[in-house]
């Protein structure tokens, strides 16, 4: 069989796995890490500890989440290369967000390194941050520059998701009219503040 | 004010650097960008006394109808006979439409836009220009509505100026000739060829390669919805994909 | 391998490309030349629509009916043969860009809409929306850009024609053109040329609604080298423009139709707001000359109404041309319903809004009905034989017109919604005569090389002058000038005394205006140049339309003489001795005047002139024009 379009498909898998898996990811992430709340027993006997008895856990970690992650930033910087925006040209809410999008991806991408390293590679050598996530994570976010770094990358994140999440509306013919984009694009941004919410609550969490 | 003032961004030709220029000349009623520049031929002396060869730039009907004249007028793209010098701030600075290769001072060439036209096979399959004797199909009013927004582009270039994803660096068609695809597939012997405009529009340069900026549909002087086309053609090229990737059913045509 | 036989056409209009198309329909090569890219030509600015009689309005329209309107409309002084095949292929046409994918507007039933259109009592028009011209072209455009992708069309954008190929028989064989970017002339072999370049409404710039293109150049090249122009001296002027700097917009006369009222301020420079004037200080001119009419009088009584009350009694606005067309009165949401597209225009160009502050119009030259003389074969059912070599010919072998640039179709005046189909019918038919004249081609040696050199540096002599010239006048100051002159003198009321002032003013702006300096002596994208060999056409042409008025005495269609007016005995029909005494005057003139003024150049002086009988083979002329 000879794909007729590589290029149309692969803008879309690259779409696609912006919403599943890595958008899933965000919010199942977000909700678990809301957790924290319930205080460290709760969260390292209940939650992180139920995960980390799942069988084939890395393969899931790695076929689920991170190779399409990494597939979604590596063709969302080919894709970045081909802006040249104008954002104080043209002071349209779209526009920003355009650039908002492709600027949140470079940060997301300099944070992921950060937090992926700091949690879970981190975590393959020290037995601690894996036996007490929650305590490793209080002590890094107690430290005010981490936390700061911590919140940017919520917001970047989520942004990044509720706003790809209405392109994405439009990319592949859900929403047509303007009036529907507008629509889908205010639900959007609704959704993406109950993330932000959700993200601040876990993270303000680890901190009682 | 008693005089209207001008910069003009001036070019030689397509290889040369550019430089600015100031005008001026007296204030009187109903003028547009357009009316300015051709009073500037009669005289072209810049701010400073110098005598210049006259700003190039393209016109012809004025009604912003043939869309010759787009510009950039005080950083906005946009037809120069419909910009009323009464609503511009002064000193209003022209320079030439950006993305498009510079000919000389305010011409550019927007050629590349018919060569995308011909890409996307922007055009009814007819049999040759004859009568057949046959009446016209119908076509619901409302649909006749919507189509005719896009039959009104006259190719003037401003929304691709303001696209961040078209220009030099880019092989991205941009939102006009993408409209016109929109166009053609919904005629009723048109969607004939649907599939291989489809096609099209489906490769490198094409429809996926829109950023959704939407500035092209605020800046389009014809109000044409851009982005509802492309919302559309979203659809469209989802829907074929599937069919690519699954096989088709039973054709609709 | 023998290449086959290459047409030439000038023009990317509506009449160039159904030549385009038709020519390629029947498999021969085309090399289409155009200054710009097709969708930028002139035929874009037609905004009411095309006539064809279809008859889905139950008002039992016939193709006779629209033929007797278009005869009557041009006061019969278009060939018949051709108006009445025009008349037939109309719903034809209609249906052929309806294919094409051309959005005409729909009734509710999804069927093609069809509206009233001046001068007529009949649903006739087809539109779309408010851009019908636009729509038209782009249809065909893109048409034409298929053909091209196919390889049966050589698109040459940004090049325009300068001179005709001739052999030593004087047949056409090619052209010459020059490349708008570098300048650089090159010659073009073909076998035969058309001519589709539109009007020439430029040479009463800026009270004209043409585009700045319009400058009738080309066909003053063509004339220049030895084609007949036919009709010269009709010219329509169309009564409610807006007048700009940079040109005369459109008011359609809908304005007037829907209640709209034309006045002055009674008193001459009176410099008060238009809304603060009282009633009484306002001289409602239409209703006062025309109490039958009022405002809705006919488009030439309006259009001289108010060239009298501005030129002659001085009492435009604030000592101007212009005159109010005040819709402040009516209600204003019955305008906006009414006259949307109006408003519309009028407040992006004018800055005002017509609801609340009265318009201010004036006659502007909107359409020639002359242009290059072209022939026609007769068929036996009275129209134009189909395929005919002769149709659209002009008298040089091998050269070919149609469109707004040939004087085939509208007589003395034109109807509205005529133009579009007399350009699409034109072109369809110039494109299919060409074939025939092809097909009928016998072999001939190639045009000299010697020929092709002695025009190409002709041309490259004229450029070189002109970039050399050290002279002081400036062609855009001269312009003005010709247009100046032409609108006060060759305009819409003409007088001898002032006709032969003209001719005299135009030999001088002609010897000024080999006088010319130029402020850009780059070569490369030099307008000036451009448009200074431009200038020198539009003087040839102003001065054969000026001395084609002077030597008609009579009133016919757009051509209005006010020393030789024969009006109607008042109160007098037929049978009563004034009435019919009138009409022996009537038919007197008509055997004089009822006639195609043919112009041909005459080198350093002004045209020769004569006059052809014109085929009346339809509808002859029996009685007198009587709308009592």
């Known amino acids: 069989m000879r794909i007729a379009n590589p290029h149309l498909l692969l803008r879309r898998l690259h779409s696609l796995f912006g919403l599943l898996p890595v958008g899933a990811f965000l919010v199942f992430h977000l909700w678990e890490n809301s957790q924290s709340r319930f205080g460290a027993a709760h969260y390292n006997g209940e939650v992180v500890a139920v995960l980390q008895r799942l069988n084939y856990l890395p393969v899931l970690e790695i076929v689920v989440i991170a190779l399409p992650l990494l597939f979604h930033a590596g063709y969302g910087l080919v894709i970045l290369s081909q802006m040249r925006a104008e954002p104080r040209r043209y002071r349209y809410l779209r526009n920003w967000l355009y650039v908002m999008q492709r600027v949140s991806g470079i940060g997301i991408l300099l944070f992921l390194i950060l937090h992926v390293g700091m949690t879970r590679i981190e975590s393959i050598w020290r037995v601690t941050v894996r036996e007490d996530l929650f305590g490793h994570m209080q002590h890094l976010l107690t430290q005010p520059w981490i936390f700061t770094v911590y919140v940017v990358g919520l917001l970047l994140s989520v942004l990044h998701l509720a706003n790809g999440m209405a392109t994405l509306g439009i990319v592949w013919g859900l929403t047509t009219s303007a009036y529907a984009q507008r629509l889908f694009g205010s639900v959007c941004a609704l959704f993406g503040l109950l993330l932000v919410a959700i993200g601040i609550h876990g993270l303000l969490g680890f901190l009682s | ?253 | 391998m023998n290449t086959p036989p290459q047409a030439i056409v000038i023009g990317g209009g509506l009449a160039g490309l159904w030549a385009t198309l038709r020519i390629t329909d029947s498999g021969f090569p085309v090399q289409l030349f155009s200054l710009f890219a097709f969708k930028r030509s002139h035929s874009v600015c037609a905004q009411g629509g095309i006539n064809a009689v279809l008859d889905t309005k139950g008002q039992h329209d016939s193709i006779h009916q629209h033929l007797i309107d278009t005869l009557k409309g041009g006061e019969y002084l278009a060939n018949q043969p051709p108006v009445k095949s025009m008349c037939e292929a109309a719903p034809g046409l209609v249906r052929t860009y309806e294919r094409m994918g051309v959005a005409f507007s729909r009734t509710a039933e999804g069927l093609l809409d069809q509206r009233l259109f001046g001068g007529v009592r009949n649903k006739r028009t087809c539109f779309a929306g408010a851009s019908t011209g636009q729509q038209l072209l782009y249809g065909l455009d893109q048409q034409v850009r298929c053909r091209e992708s196919r390889g049966q069309v050589s698109v040459r954008v940004g090049w325009e024609f300068l001179s005709l190929l001739q052999d030593a028989d004087g047949v056409c064989r090619g052209i010459v053109a020059m490349d708008l970017q570098n300048l650089e002339i090159r010659a073009f072999a073909a076998d035969v040329v058309i001519l589709a370049t539109g009007g020439f409404g430029q040479i009463y710039a800026p009270q004209t609604t043409t585009s700045t293109n319009c400058t009738g150049a080309a066909a003053s090249r063509c004339y220049q080298q030895g084609a007949w122009f036919a009709n010269a001296e009709f010219f329509q002027f169309h009564p409610t423009a807006m007048i700009g700097r940079d040109k005369t917009r459109l008011m359609s006369e809908a304005a007037r139709g829907e209640g709209g009222r034309v006045w002055v301020p009674r008193q001459p420079q009176d410099r008060r707001n238009p809304s603060v004037i009282p009633e009484s200080d306002r001289f409602y001119f239409l209703e006062e000359f025309f109490p039958a009419y009022g405002n809705t009088v006919a488009r030439d009584e309006a259009s001289r109404a108010i060239w009298h009350v501005t030129r002659e009694l001085g009492l435009g606005i604030r000592g101007s041309d212009r005159v109010y067309l005040d819709l402040t009165h009516l209600n204003p949401a019955f305008v906006t319903q009414r006259l949307g597209a109006i408003l519309d225009i009028y407040r992006k160009f004018a800055g005002t809004d017509p609801l609340t502050t009265p318009m201010e119009i004036f006659p502007a030259a909107h359409y020639p009905m002359g242009g290059l003389w072209v022939d026609f074969e007769r068929d036996d059912n009275g129209g134009m034989r189909p395929d005919s070599p002769r149709n659209q010919a002009t008298n040089l072998p091998g050269l070919y017109a149609c469109g707004e640039c040939d004087a085939g179709y509208h007589g003395a005046n034109r109807l509205g919604a005529n133009s579009l189909l007399s350009a699409s019918f034109a072109g369809r038919v110039a494109g299919e005569a060409v074939v025939s004249y092809l097909k009928g081609l016998t072999p001939r040696s190639p045009l000299p090389e010697a020929i092709l050199c002695a025009a190409v540096s002709k041309q490259q002599q004229l450029n070189a002058v002109l970039l050399r010239a050290e002279g002081h006048e400036n062609p855009y100051r001269l312009h003005h000038e010709l247009g100046a002159l032409m609108t006060a003198k060759v305009g819409v009321v003409r007088a001898n005394a002032e006709l032969i002032v003209a001719l005299d003013d135009l030999r001088e702006l002609e010897q000024r205006a080999a006088r010319i300096g130029l402020d850009d002596r780059a070569v490369w994208v030099n307008h000036s140049l451009v448009f200074a060999r431009q200038l020198q056409d539009m003087i040839h042409l102003a001065r054969m339309v000026a001395a084609s008025a002077l030597a008609r005495d009579e009133c016919r269609g757009a051509h209005y003489k006010p020393a030789f007016t024969m009006p109607l005995p008042a109160g007098r029909f037929a049978g009563d001795p004034e009435f019919e005494d009138y009409r022996t005057r009537w038919q007197a003139n008509n055997e004089r005047w009822l006639k195609t003024s043919i112009a041909s150049i005459n080198p350093d002086a002004d045209p020769i002139l004569r006059y052809d009988a014109v085929d009346l083979s339809v509808h002859p002329p029996i009685e007198p024009r009587d709308y009592r």
Request: proline residues 8%.
């Open chain 2, 1 to 253: 004010m008693s005089t209207i003032n001008l910069r003009i961004r001036r070019q030689d030709n397509p290889d040369s650097q550019p430089y600015w220029q100031a005008f001026s000349i007296p204030a009187a009623a109903d003028h547009n960008v357009v009316s300015v520049l051709l009073a500037l031929r009669d005289n072209p002396v810049t701010t400073s006394g110098e005598r210049v060869a006259p700003v190039i730039w393209d016109h012809n009907c004025m009604e912003e109808v043939c869309g010759s004249c787009a510009m950039l007028i005080n950083g906005v793209p946009r037809p120069a006979c419909s910009a009323l010098i009464d609503s511009l701030i002064q000193p209003i600075r022209l320079e030439p439409m950006p993305k498009f290769p510079v000919v000389r001072d305010l011409l550019v060439d927007r050629s590349c836009m018919d060569a995308s036209l011909r890409r996307v096979k922007a055009w009814i399959e007819i049999d040759g220009a004859w009568d057949t004797g046959l009446g016209a199909p119908r076509i619901a009013p409302v649909a006749w509505s919507a189509n005719y927004l896009y039959s009104r582009c006259m190719s003037c270039g401003v929304c691709l100026s303001a696209c961040p994803q078209f220009g030099s660096h880019s092989d991205f068609i941009g939102a006009a000739p993408l409209a016109q695809v929109r166009l053609m597939n919904a005629h009723p012997t048109g969607r004939y060829d649907k599939t291989e405009r489809l096609h099209a529009i489906m490769g490198a340069g094409g429809l996926s390669d829109c950023g959704n900026a939407q500035n092209c549909v605020r800046v389009c002087p014809k109000g044409i919805p851009l982005t509802t086309a492309i919302g559309e053609l979203g659809r469209q090229t989802t829907l074929q994909a599937l069919q690519d990737l699954f096989g088709e059913s039973t054709p609709s045509l």
